[in-house]
């Protein structure tokens, strides 16, 4: 089992920056991936970025979040990441740290509020 706690979400102005921290615990020698998610108000939950926990240099991102976002991975630290930067109102969500084992996004944590007022 892996147990995922977000923190740093909140509100901000549009154009503003926001860097959310997922701290994992547990089997995390199970995990070979990390994420993040949202989930707007009547909206399907989407990835947002992802990045290979052995290779923090192997990310991918959403189309919407490219150039904006970053994700970012300690390993010492068993902590995730992702800084948001240059915030738009599209962007207020729920926010949910995700990590891979196998082919299975299998471990979430509990969200964390992201709020982006124009």
């Known amino acids: 089992q892996v147990h995922l706690v977000e923190s740093g979400g909140g509100l901000v102005q549009a154009g503003g920056s926001l860097r959310l921290s997922c701290a994992a615990s547990?089997?995390?020698?199970?995990?070979?991936?990390m994420g993040w998610y949202r989930q707007a108000p009547g909206k399907e939950r989407e990835q947002v970025a992802a990045v290979l926990k052995a290779k923090g240099s192997i990310t991918s991102y959403a189309d919407s979040v490219k150039g904006r976002f970053t994700i970012s991975n300690d390993n010492a630290k068993n902590t995730v990441y992702l800084q948001m930067n240059n915030l738009t109102p599209e962007d207020t969500a729920v926010y949910y740290c995700?990590?891979?084992?196998?082919?299975?996004?299998?471990?979430w944590g509990q969200g964390t509020q992201v709020t982006v007022s124009s």
């Open positions: 547990g089997r995390t020698n199970t995990v070979h991936a």
């Open positions: 995700a990590a891979k084992y196998g082919s299975v996004w299998g471990y």
